[in-house]
């Protein structure tokens, strides 16, 4: 008896040893995931603010809370069945699903760098509906951004997807569902900061104290340059993403001499003390972007005279209606603050 317990003992420790690997393999493979979708998760926290912008502030962070909890059923539910069905039983088609994903990246970056350059910002300010009081109209926007996240949600379950390609099938869902939940809480908690920080300053500038009331100041003041800094690493990051998705993507399918000309000029730099890894990485980085804008650049020179003639399609600027009344410039209702207290 005392050996058949022992012999159950050693079993359950063994058990036990394989499971704690299991747990660290997730572990592992949602880290490695998660930080291969970085750049579209700052998009997405980048893109998530206008929609709730210039809605009562009593509003905003339900507003959020509908979002969030859309974007995660969008993963759990649509997303995350879909593309393990995919890697089951056709996972060919996976890494053409990611370059088609990396395009639409590289689309929507260069769109947004063209249109600051060359978008006619005014006009399209002024042109930009008053954001709609009441339910229907609040569901409107809530639809958009849920839409809106969709995308940027399959792209960011097929780029995790891609990196734990080896894992059993078990161990890429809960890698999956691990990743899906993470990346919701960290998007729509960043939201929800960023859109409340200057309801935060406005509270701090009415203490007594003149060190709250010059902290509330720069809260509220300093929340559009916030914003735009945001705005702008999110473009910068879907450009990389996608351009470095692309690159990968055609050398996989056989054309190596654009990837293998990265790696040549990563080269020099390489082996620098120190900093030899960052700086393969950042010129790795740079190329990357580069690429995503070029090849950016020519989708839309080919889907821009296409959108003119077809009945469905994004307006110019990504203003959609009600979803985009919040565009940028518009009042929010909230009272300005001396940032002198």
């Excluded at 926290?45 to 210039?54: F, L, R």
């Excluded at 020519?298 to 990504?318: E, I």
């Amino acid at each position: 008896m005392s050996g058949g317990l022992v012999a159950l003992l050693d079993d359950v420790a063994a058990l036990a040893r394989i499971a704690a690997a299991s747990v660290d393999d997730i572990a592992a493979g949602a880290a490695k995931a998660g930080a291969k979708a970085a750049g579209v998760v700052i998009d997405d926290a980048a893109v998530t603010p206008q929609y709730v912008s210039g809605a009562d502030p009593s509003r905003e962070l339900p507003m959020i809370k509908k979002i969030f909890w859309g974007s995660l059923r969008n993963k759990l539910l649509i997303i995350l069945p879909a593309l393990l069905l995919i890697s089951a039983f056709i996972p060919g088609v996976i890494p053409f699903i990611l370059m088609l994903g990396g395009t639409y990246l590289c689309y929507e970056g260069a769109e947004k760098v063209w249109h600051k350059f060359f978008g006619h910002h005014e006009a399209k300010d002024a042109d930009a509906p008053a954001v709609e009081r009441g339910p229907d109209a609040e569901s409107k926007v809530i639809k958009g951004a849920i839409t809106t996240d969709f995308i940027l949600s399959c792209e960011i379950m097929v780029i995790s997807m891609n990196e734990v390609g080896d894992a059993s099938i078990w161990v890429r869902a809960i890698i999956l569902v691990v990743v899906a939940i993470a990346i919701t809480i960290l998007v729509y908690g960043a939201v929800g900061l960023i859109v409340k920080m200057d309801d935060i300053g406005l509270h701090l500038a009415k203490k007594d104290s003149a060190g709250s009331q010059r902290l509330g100041g720069l809260l509220v003041k300093g929340m559009p340059a916030v914003l735009a800094a945001i705005t702008f690493v999110g473009t910068i990051a879907m450009l990389w993403v996608g351009g470095h998705i692309m690159l990968v993507g055609v050398s996989d399918l056989g054309w190596h001499a654009p990837y293998d000309l990265v790696h040549t000029l990563e080269h020099p730099v390489a082996g620098i003390a120190v900093v030899g890894g960052f700086l393969s990485w950042l010129v790795n980085t740079l190329c990357s972007a580069v690429v995503g804008l070029a090849w950016g650049l020519v989708v839309m020179a080919v889907l821009h005279p296409l959108k003119k003639v077809l009945p469905f399609g994004k307006k110019d600027g990504h203003e959609d209606g009600e979803a985009r009344a919040a565009a940028a410039g518009h009042s929010s209702g909230k009272p300005d603050v001396d940032p002198a207290g």
